[in-house]
Structure formats: C-alpha cells, structure tokens
C-alpha cells in the first residue's frame, strides 16, 4: 500500500511562504488522488487542497483559494503544497493523505492512507 510522508514543515512569519513535499514509500502516489488536510491545536482536522492522479484537477477550500497551490510531479513520487502569504491561522499540522483512488475529494472519509503530519507555524 501507499504510505505518504511529509516534510518542510517549519515557523515562518506571517505574509511568508513555505513548500509541503509529500513523498510516498510502498507503493507509487501516482495513482492516487492526493489531499492535503490540517488540524489546528482544539480543531477538528480540516480540508485544503486536492489534485487528481494526474494533476489535471484541484479543488481547494475556500480558507486557503489563491493562497495556496498543489501540485505534482509522478516522475518523483511527490505531491507538493505550495503555501504563500501565510497568516497565523494557517498553523496546524499539515498531512498529506492518499484517496482510495485516482479522484479528488474534500472528505477525509476518502482517504485510507495518511501520512505523518508536519508542523507548520505562522507567527504574527
């Protein structure tokens, strides 16, 4: 099975910028719709952004349109999140989860394989 693993987390100042990669051991992401979810500290895990196996579709929540963009690249195994002009709220952990199959969701409930999760901190 596909197992994601995030990285590039970190504490960034507000109106800044940082890059989530999610990488995958096991078997390829390619293949997979890929999410990214949050949760903040007392917050119930929250939806941010999708892209379809093939990177031609995205979807986004509405808290981070235009701010942020996923995108892949399956040569490399990778999804990334692409996060600019950040603000204190978006501090969370940030997963990356893999969909069941190759479409993109805004529900967790369609996403059996999770990854770690990777600090992000915005300070104002």
């Known amino acids: 099975q596909v197992q994601p693993v995030e990285s590039g987390g970190g504490l960034v100042q507000a109106g800044g910028s940082l890059r989530l990669p999610c990488a995958a051991s096991?078997?390829?992401?390619?293949?997979?719709?890929t999410g990214w979810f949050r949760q903040a500290p007392g917050k119930e895990r929250e939806f941010g952004a999708a892209i379809s196996w093939g990177g031609g579709s995205t979807y986004y929540a509405d808290s981070v349109k235009g701010r942020f963009t996923i995108s892949r690249d399956n040569a490399k195994n990778t999804v990334y999140l692409q996060m600019n002009s950040l603000k204190p709220e978006d501090t969370a952990v940030y997963y990356c989860a893999a969909a069941r199959d190759a479409g993109i969701y805004p529900q967790g409930a369609m996403y059996p394989y999770w990854g770690q999760g990777t600090q992000v901190t915005v300070s104002s």
């Open positions: 096991g078997r390829s992401l390619s293949s997979h719709g």
